[in-house]
């Protein structure tokens, strides 16, 4: 980063003596937005416990695009991106502020890809089925920034690394996907379905990567045989994981937040770092 680039970042948004931390969350399954369970408890009862931030930053499975985006987008809507569910969950609005001046400043700490602006963009089920249960009130403004689905996973790790600086800025940087997301397994009408194996096997290798900081091995995950393949298919729900450990320091603790499984091919695993 330039040293112009940097002063400009800190008159505008000084440092805090604490930075902010870094989530990673299993969302799972849209319906969660309306359940009373385990993992909707976890969400509020973290809620509770975290200072609250300046913005929020999220980096959802539910956006990616042909190029990286950030949205400027000062009203957010609530986008309903799904189908097939009760109008309950439809009624649903989540729409706190944006904030255009930090997703400005986002870009300019970039140097790994051209970040452009979006001007429309809402917050989508990877966002608000969360953070209604962390900041219920919409009080803390919140923006969204893509995942470009043509790169690799090192491409999006090296990003995230390159996003360290906003959580010095008191920005909270939330990422939501699952580390096992397989639809085409999945028990619909189950919840508490028992996990296949390889869903049990492969949530245990993340986490066994995570509390030893080996993160070439999350990052090169197709080389992590069976258990992997099935539990990627696609990696849309995966690579926000690959933000969250770049966006890691070496010296902070990551602390397993909820643990836990839905509808037997879903892992909900979520852990803090900061």
Same mark, same amino acid.
């Given at each position: ?9 800190? @008159?505008? *948004? !000084? ?10 969350? $299993? &969302? ?5 937005? %309306? ?47 799904? @189908?097939? *569910? !009760? ?10 502020? $944006? &904030? ?5 400043? %986002? ?49 999006? *790790? ?11 800025? $008191? ?104």
């Amino acid at each position: 980063m330039k040293l112009q680039e940097l002063a400009t970042i800190a @008159g505008n *948004f !000084p440092l805090r003596e604490k930075t902010m931390p870094l989530l990673f969350i $299993g &969302h799972g399954h849209p319906m969660n937005a %309306l359940w009373d369970n385990d993992f909707t408890r976890t969400l509020t009862k973290l809620g509770q416990s975290l200072d609250k931030p300046s913005a929020v930053l999220v980096i959802s499975a539910h956006w990616e695009t042909v190029g990286t985006y950030v949205s400027v987008n000062p009203a957010p809507r609530t986008i309903h991106d799904f @189908g097939g *569910f !009760p109008d309950e969950l439809f009624r649903v609005k989540y729409e706190p502020q $944006g &904030h255009p001046e930090l997703a400005r400043e %986002l870009k300019s700490l970039v140097s790994l890809t051209d970040v452009m602006e979006d001007h429309d963009m809402g917050l989508d089920h990877g966002a608000w089925t969360v953070l209604k249960f962390i900041w219920p009130e919409a009080d803390v403004p919140v923006f969204e920034m893509s995942m470009d689905y043509s790169k690799d996973a090192a491409f999006h *790790f090296r990003l995230g690394e390159q996003l360290k600086a906003l959580r010095r800025r $008191g920005v909270l940087i939330l990422c939501s996907g699952n580390i096992v997301h397989n639809l085409r397994m999945i028990v619909w009408r189950d919840i508490d379905a028992q996990p296949y194996d390889w869903n049990f096997e492969f949530d245990g290798f993340v986490k066994e990567q995570l509390e030893h900081r080996n993160f070439d091995a999350l990052i090169n995950y197709d080389k992590a045989g069976l258990a992997a393949r099935m539990s990627i298919p696609t990696n849309d729900h995966y690579l926000p994981l690959m933000y969250a450990i770049g966006l890691i320091e070496k010296s902070e603790p990551i602390k397993h937040i909820y643990e836990g499984y839905q509808f037997g091919s879903l892992s909900m695993r979520c852990f803090q770092a900061g």
